[in-house]
């Protein structure tokens, strides 16, 4: 097996991370250091390390999903001692990490897991899965405003892919909507609304593709059924 394609999926980095952290002279086999992306390995008797630590594929996959409390930080490990994802999720003896990012102030639907195949596969731009969220506005968002957010906005990086919008309930004090969007950008629904001289006030993802948080309670996790695992696996 290729070292990338065994780095993926022990879930280092995607398979293109992986051969530049090669490049870079990080990893080792049997206690030497490659610097070939097309070196391969056999997972059964050759010992990996990159940067030091020791990695492999797990034997057992684990697929979580986790409400996502507000004043969290969405990664394992916080260099500010701010409360991780891993406060939340106790008891898995495995090394998990989360499919992507949620704010610090933003609350919902995470998917933890230590396929790192699917979770490449999941954060890649080529397959971003609809995102669903429930978005709360301290003001009027009319109908002019919600178009213009529809059909794309310019936020730093380039214009938004098209977002589709349903409003629950509009009042000069306060816009409560959802927002489906396609593309994972960093802040993305807060700078979207920015854009349009809107400040969200409240954000909370409540789907990601057909897999909803549902019922499941603020700092809550549970494992995912068999079939949303497969339906995770089933996105192209
Ligand atoms: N958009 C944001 O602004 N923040 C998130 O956490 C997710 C999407």
């Known amino acids: 097996m290729r070292i990338a394609k065994f780095m993926a999926a022990a879930g280092v980095a995607s398979r293109r991370k992986s051969e530049e952290l090669i490049k870079k002279g990080v990893v080792r086999v049997n206690g030497r250091f490659v610097y070939d992306p097309a070196t391969n390995v056999n997972p059964e008797i050759d010992e990996i ?24 930080v969405s990664t394992c490990h916080d260099d500010k ?8 999720v106790k008891g898995i003896d495995q090394r998990i990490y989360p499919i992507g990012r949620l704010d610090f102030t933003t609350e919902g639907l995470l998917l933890l897991t230590n396929d790192g195949e699917l979770a490449n596969k999941l954060m890649h731009p080529s397959h971003e899965v609809t995102k669903r969220y429930y978005v709360v506005v301290d003001s009027y968002v009319s109908q002019d405003e919600i178009t213009q957010l529809e059909r794309g906005v310019v936020i730093e990086g380039g214009k938004t892919a098209p977002a589709r919008i349903k409003v629950m309930n509009a009042t000069p004090e306060r816009t409560e909507l959802t927002i489906i969007i396609h ?16 400040n969200v006030v409240f954000l909370k993802r409540i789907s990601v593709g057909d897999i909803n ?11 995912l059924t068999n079939e949303e695992v497969a339906y995770l696996k089933s996105i192209k």
């Open 81 to 88: 001692g701010r409360r991780t994802v891993l406060d939340y």
């Open 183 to 198: 593309e994972g950008r960093n802040r993305q629904v807060r700078r979207m609304f920015e854009t349009v001289g809107k």
């Open 213 to 223: 948080l549902g019922p499941l309670k603020k700092g809550k996790y549970r494992m």
């Open 49 to 72: 390390y990159v940067s030091g630590r020791k990695i492999r594929i797990p034997d057992e996959k684990i697929y979580i999903m986790l409400n996502k409390p507000v004043g969290c």
